[in-house]
C-alpha cells in the first residue's frame, strides 16, 4: 500500500511491547544516513487525542467550526484535523512533506509491510493476521518456532541484527 515516493513500514504490537523504541531507535538511524522520515501513530488509548492548545488563537478556530487547524512558528507546524481521516487519506498529506520512509506505529487493521512485536505467547494471531510480515522480534518468554511462517524472527536483545536487517535489507531495498 506504499504510494508515491515514500517506502511504508508498520510496526505492531501490543501495549509495551517496544514499538516506539524501535520506530525510535530506525528514525535515529535512518537520518543518520541522511533520510527525511516520518511518524503516523496511532492512539490505541480510550478517547481522542489530547492537542493541549486550549485558550489560543487555533484552539478558538476549532471551537469555532474549522475542520482543519494549522499553526507554524519556530520552525514547527501543527495541523489538527476534526475530520475522521481514512488511512489513505492520511498518507497523502505525509507525502506532501517529500519523505522517504514513513513509520507506522499500530493501525493493526490495515495491512503494510509490517515487524510484529511478540510479547507473549498469546500474541502469535498478530503473526497469523498479517500478509505482510518483515520480521517479527521476540522477548525472552516467547516460544515462537524458528520456521513458523518463514518470517525472519530476532530476539528483543539483538538490537544491532534486527536495525542492521531492517535498514538495509528491507528499507533501503523497498523500491520507491
Request: proline letters at 3%; charged letters at 25%.
Amino acid at each position: 500500500m506504499a504510494m508515491g515516493r515514500m517506502r511504508t513500514i508498520q510496526i505492531i504490537g501490543y501495549k509495551n511491547s517496544g514499538k516506539t523504541t524501535l520506530v525510535s531507535r530506525l528514525l535515529s538511524v535512518l537520518q543518520k544516513k541522511g533520510y527525511k522520515a516520518g511518524t503516523l501513530k496511532h492512539h490505541g488509548h480510550a478517547g481522542p487525542v489530547k492537542i493541549g492548545d486550549e485558550g489560543t488563537d487555533t484552539y478558538k478556530h476549532r471551537e469555532a467550526g474549522a475542520v482543519v487547524t494549522g499553526v507554524e512558528g519556530g520552525g514547527i507546524f501543527s495541523f489538527n484535523s476534526t475530520k475522521t481521516l481514512s488511512i489513505t487519506e492520511m498518507l497523502h498529506v505525509y507525502e506532501t512533506f517529500g519523505l522517504d520512509f514513513l513509520l507506522i506505529e499500530g493501525f493493526k487493521e490495515y495491512q503494510f509491510p509490517r515487524v510484529i512485536l511478540l510479547k507473549s505467547d498469546d500474541d502469535f494471531p498478530l503473526i497469523d493476521a498479517s500478509r505482510l510480515p518483515i520480521a517479527a522480534i521476540k522477548w525472552p518468554n516467547v516460544t515462537l518456532e524458528k520456521e513458523y511462517r518463514n518470517i525472519p524472527q530476532f530476539s528483543i536483545d539483538e538490537k544491532e541484527r534486527y536495525i542492521s536487517y531492517l535498514v538495509n535489507d528491507i528499507l533501503l531495498k523497498v523500491k520507491r
